[in-house]
Nanobody, 120 residues
Framework: QEKLVESGGGLVQPGGSLKLSCATS????????MGWFRRAPGKASELVAA????????YYIDAVKGRFTISRDNAKNTVYLEMNNLKPEDTAVYYC?????????????WGRGTRVTVSS
């Protein structure tokens, strides 16, 4: 049974930084692309960033390019999202999941997520 445990969220002022972590277990982490999704209040979930299985390719939505960096440690089965210059519109609950080739989430069961609030 796969397990996804997100952490690292919190309350931060605009312009601040956070680093999210997603510790995983129960599946072959190192063969899957991984992604960070977010769900903002009143909005649908969106894929924010993705990283290939060996970390040689990454993807970001335009809204976070240049501010967010996704990385992974295959030895620790963990994926990270470093977020800089945070904006109020980044406020959301952030989740990780393994990815299908289409970019859709692999697992139907999600972790609890980690809440990021950007506010002064």
């Amino acid at each position: 049974q796969e397990k996804l445990v997100e952490s690292g969220g919190g309350l931060v002022q605009p312009g601040g930084s956070l680093k999210l972590s997603c510790a995983t277990s129960g599946f072959n982490f190192d063969i899957y692309a991984m992604g960070w999704f977010r769900r903002a209040p009143g909005k649908a979930s969106e894929l924010v960033a993705a990283i290939s299985s060996n970390a040689d390719n990454s993807y970001y939505i335009d809204a976070v390019k240049g501010r967010f960096t996704i990385s992974r440690d295959n030895a620790k089965n963990t994926v990270y999202l470093e977020m800089n210059n945070l904006k109020p519109e980044d406020t959301a609950v952030y989740y990780c999941n393994a990815l299908l080739s289409s970019g859709s989430p692999l697992f139907g069961s999600w972790g609890r997520g980690t809440r990021v609030t950007v506010s002064s």
